[in-house]
């Protein structure tokens, strides 16, 4: 089992940028696909970024050029790199570590991100 703990959300201004952290304990960090979802008010939760073990990553249509999703298996850490926010990107960002192995997710207790003048 891993647990997660997100940290680095905040108020920015349009155009501005965040890094999020997501701080994994438990065991075995490495072997753990990452993702960081968001979830706006009224809206489901989406997914943003994925990067799995071996470090390839994806990103939805909407952070493509803007965001960047790492990793440091040393720090047991994801990060979410977000640059030239706009106020649509205004959501509580999830972290999420999924085990295929074991087919077993699991999920951080969010971050508030709120892009606003």
């Known amino acids: 089992q891993v647990q997660l703990v997100e940290s680095g959300g905040g108020l920015v201004q349009p155009g501005g940028s965040l890094r999020l952290s997501c701080a994994a304990s438990g065991t075995f960090f490495s072997i753990y696909h990452m993702g960081w979802y968001r979830q706006a008010p009224g809206k489901e939760r989406e997914l943003v970024a994925w990067i799995t073990s071996r470090g390839n990553t994806n990103y939805a249509d909407s952070a493509k050029g803007r965001f960047t999703i790492s990793r440091d298996n040393a720090k047991s850490t994801v990060y979410l790199q977000m640059n030239s926010l706009k106020p649509e990107d205004t959501a509580v960002y999830y972290c999420?570590?999924?085990?295929?192995?074991?087919?077993?997710?699991?999920w951080g207790q969010g971050t508030q991100v709120t892009v606003s003048s």
């Open positions: 999420y570590a999924y085990n295929n192995t074991a087919n077993a997710g699991y």
